[in-house]
């Protein structure tokens, strides 16, 4: 340490502890004026699903981290620029180095990202395993056969899946865990998926013709839709009554920018009614198209 | 050495000397059939940074259209085609060809050789890159491309980007590949065996060690990326499926392919720069540099670590957690020599005595802004967080300050700390001051708010966006700061303009330089040196002053005190 300290003392002792204070100062200041009122222009967005929320949390630890090394290291950038200005007189110190140095700014630099690495573990459950649907949420059968064994499951086993499919360029959702085999006859809607509240959602994301990315941010994390490849990820909105709000965020082509999608959380009874309501308006839309083909064949129009 | 010649000139005694002969040709027919690397150099960054402008342009075109919501200043199809082109551009027209430049120009230079290993395979790689840029840019009079500069397919595939312009891009990937190759090759026989009588592995400038590391990489990464190119190709027009997956190709292998060439590629681009600062702070701070042995091999840490990170480009893909977290941990360990050299570089300055000329504005100027860029690079390396930032603004931001400041900052510290060695002529030190500080204001201005545009969900490569998302004040910054940026710029290049008439005269070392270039000419004449010194350090320019002094008894104003030796 003496080595340590004669190579990089500043000529005097109290400019060292003024510097020493006012590092130390600064970087209390920014935490307590970051943990405070952390304005939402600093972090991601959140507020709409656990594990949106676990990513906010995981998010911030980063943050306090980072916030600490770039005060630490622009200070000390800066001081020297600073502090060591050519003068009339001043002669540089011709120090080549100092291994102990060398060692422990590794050492450190690499204890910061274990200790990263080792929270990110941490949390990764909260943020990938979905959790059971709430009491009041939407109840389902047991024992839903998935297509997949990556597909992620609440402990009881009980979610709704909804199939996404990205194209150029809108999003479809087919409701209902058999999308996974056979979407036929199922529920579907168009940019707009609706969900029961406090339910927890397991999305099963496709794509048909080049890569999507869905992404909702409240509702959690960017999963890539990727032809030929399924992607899975989950949410469990609590609250009926919010619209989420997202897009494409994977280049798809010149409308990338108006693939948009909404999710509209809904109490479970106005999701069964949504759902039947749904049902009869594909079925009636579907007998419309029908009479319109058998019409149109009869006049010739169509063979 | 002649030592007499020493008692009246106080400094050292620059012993090669212009060789005069007849010109035989005409000006340009000297220019086009040279293979002087000095002339090579000059081509290659006279050239990359007339793209550099072009693509600065694009970069404004692109910043004028997200100026406001909702804007119809460009059609989607330009937008796409602009970013396209300003990605490509920068990247394989201006980054990795400029630090080619300064290593043809200076590589020889310091190494004490007379020219490259191989003057015409040098002369072949810039018309090779000349001629990629040039048929890259004719796309423009048809249809430029438009998939992006990392041209994920499907995306990329005829079905879905039937224009030349997607070819055009296949072509200037193998044309600019090659070019690097070759030249790459060039670097590293030039480096192993032309080295100055006396310079061993422990006393190459540290400029060289960084190209030594970027040749390596290059030769690497480039023929994964030749080899996904081709597949592309083949798979655009001669039947082929290796990316379509209703076929049984798979979209994710090209990406694979790409990546493992696109990471390495951030250190091609940049480790150069890392050597510039290297030989820069210790010259300006007046003061050996500190951690010589740790700087040089952080950057072959760098090197090896580079190639094993490619899948952190990838984490929104489906792949399994634990290849998410291989990926994470191998992003995390680059942090670490990274962070090396930047403890290295300000040590270097702590007890120095700076200079504050240009040069170093920019080097400091590079330090604080890419230590932005590689925290925010670990919020990008924890997948988990990953998830919420890739492919949105915060992307933007980080590379940007990745590239900006370890690229483009330290090319201008590199421009500004050799142009006197490459014209004989001193730039005007207050005009590249006040660059400094329009392009520094500006690039922050442009970029910072940039993160948190992408923190509040704005995706990237979005020509237009609603006026309600609450992007727009975030954008209208960024756009103000991006012309702040440009007028940065301009200035400079006025500058590099007028300086090469106006210019004060340089003389052989304007900068009290530690490396073998100042030793002779400014500009060097064609045999660079008469005779090249016997090297005793990695300063030799310091113990050749310090000889002169001891000989001829002159003390001059920067000797070095035998002080503090720690």
């Known amino acids: 340490m003496g080595r340590i300290r004669a190579a990089l003392r500043p000529e005097t002792a109290s400019i060292r502890r003024r510097a020493v204070a006012a590092l130390l100062l600064a970087t209390i200041g920014s935490l307590v004026f970051a943990s405070g009122a952390f304005a939402d222009f600093l972090t991601p967005e959140s507020g709409g699903s656990p594990n949106a929320d676990q990513i906010d949390s995981l998010y911030k630890i980063v943050l306090y981290i980072a916030i600490v090394v770039f005060i630490v290291v622009e200070g000390a950038l800066f001081y020297s620029i600073w502090r060591f200005r050519a003068k009339k007189g001043a002669v540089a110190a011709q120090i080549h180095g100092n291994t102990r140095l060398e060692i422990s700014w590794t050492v450190g630099a690499a204890l910061i990202l274990v200790a990263l690495a080792a929270v990110t573990f941490s949390k990764l459950s909260s943020i990938q395993d979905p959790p059971n649907s709430g009491k009041d949420g939407l109840q389902l059968a047991d024992g839903v056969l998935t297509a997949s064994t990556d597909m992620p499951k609440p402990p009881n086993g009980k979610s709704l899946t909804i199939c996404v499919t990205g194209r150029q360029y809108i999003w479809r959702y087919t409701y209902g865990a058999e999308c996974q085999r056979n979407a036929f006859g199922l529920v579907y809607s168009y940019e707009e998926m609706v969900v029961p509240a406090n339910t927890t959602v397991v999305l099963d994301i496709q794509a048909t013709d080049v890569i999507h990315s869905w992404w909702i941010p409240k509702l959690g994390g960017k999963f890539d839709a990727v032809p030929g490849y399924r992607n899975y990820t989950w949410f469990k909105a609590p609250k009926a009554g919010e619209t989420y709000r997202g897009q494409c965020a994977e280049l798809c082509g010149r409308n990338h920018a108006d693939m948009t999608a909404r999710v509209r959380v809904v109490t479970p009874q106005a999701y069964e009614a949504w759902v039947d309501q749904q049902r009869s308006d594909i079925a009636d839309a579907d007998r419309e198209v029908q009479q319109l083909r058998e019409q149109l064949t009869r006049d010739g129009d169509l063979n | ?566």
């Open chain 2, 1 to 566: 050495m002649a030592t007499t010649d020493f008692a009246t000139q106080p400094v050292p005694q620059v012993l090669a000397h212009e060789v005069h002969k007849e010109r035989q040709k005409a000006r340009w027919i000297d220019w086009v059939t040279t293979t002087d690397h000095k002339k090579i150099g000059i081509l290659y960054i006279v050239f990359t940074f007339g793209f550099f402008l072009v693509g600065g342009i694009e970069a404004l075109l692109i910043r004028l259209q997200l100026a406001t919501p909702n804007n119809n200043f460009l059609t989607p199809e330009h937008y796409n085609e602009l970013f396209t082109l300003h990605g490509t551009t920068m990247i394989f027209l201006f980054v990795v060809p400029i630090m080619a430049g300064f290593a043809n120009y200076f590589l020889p230079l310091m190494l004490g050789a007379r020219d490259m290993a191989f003057p015409r395979l040098n002369a072949l790689s810039f018309w090779l890159l000349a001629f990629g840029g040039i048929v890259f840019y004719a796309s423009l009079l048809w249809q430029p491309p438009e998939a992006g500069w990392f041209s994920y397919t499907p995306l990329s595939n005829e079905m879905f980007t039937p224009s030349g312009g997607q070819d055009a891009w296949i072509f200037l990937i193998h044309i600019t590949g090659i070019s690097s190759l070759v030249g790459a090759v060039n670097f590293y026989a030039t480096i192993v065996n032309m080295r100055a009588p006396g310079m061993g592995w422990g006393r190459l400038p540290l400029f060289a060690w960084t190209i030594l590391i970027y040749a390596l990489l290059l030769i690497l990464a480039l023929p994964v990326i030749a080899g996904a190119v081709t597949m592309l190709l083949t798979d655009r027009h001669f039947g082929t499926h290796f990316f379509d997956p209703t076929e049984g190709g798979s979209p994710i292998l090209w990406q694979h392919l790409f990546w493992f060439f696109g990471h390495p590629e951030v250190y091609i681009m940049i480790l150069p720069g890392f050597g510039i600062i290297s030989e820069i702070l210790p010259v300006f701070a007046r003061k050996p540099i500190f951690g010589y042995k740790a700087i040089a091999a952080s950057t072959a840490v760098i090197a090896f670590l580079a190639a094993l990170v490619w899948a952190h480009h990838m984490f929104a893909v489906p792949v399994p957690t634990v290849v998410l977290g291989f990926f994470m941990l191998s992003s995390f360990l680059i942090a670490v020599p990274t962070g090396v050299k930047i403890f290295n570089w300000i040590a270097t300055l702590w007890r120095g005595s700076i200079v504050t000329a240009s040069p170093l504005y920019f080097a400091v100027g590079f330090i604080s802004i890419f230590v932005i860029g590689g925290i925010t690079g670990i919020f990008l390396a924890v997948f988990p967080v990953d998830w919420q930032l890739t492919d949105t603004y915060f992307v933007v931001a980080h590379f940007h300050y990745v590239l900006m400041g370890g690229a483009v900052f330290t090319i201008f510290a590199g421009l500004y700390y050799w142009y006197p060695k490459m014209t004989g002529r001193l730039c005007n030190e207050t005009l590249a001051k006040v660059s400094f500080w329009w392009m520094f204001v500006g690039f922050n201005m442009t970029f910072l708010v940039q993160h948190a545009a992408g923190l509040s969900g704005m995706p990237r490569r979005i020509y237009q966006y609603p006026g309600d998302a609450g992007w727009t004040l975030y954008n209208q910054i960024s756009t103000v700061g991006s012309f702040v940026l440009g007028v940065g710029i301009l200035i400079s290049l006025v500058n590099f303009i007028r300086s090469y008439k106006n210019g004060a005269i340089a003389g052989p070392d304007p900068w009290k330089g530690n490396t073998l270039e100042w030793f002779t000419t400014s500009p060097p004449p064609v045999n660079n040196f008469d005779e090249v010194p016997r090297v005793r350090s990695v300063e030799p320019m310091k113990d050749i002053r310090r000889q002169v002094e001891r000989q001829s008894g002159i003390e001059h104003e920067t000797a070095t005190t035998p002080h503090a030796n720690a």
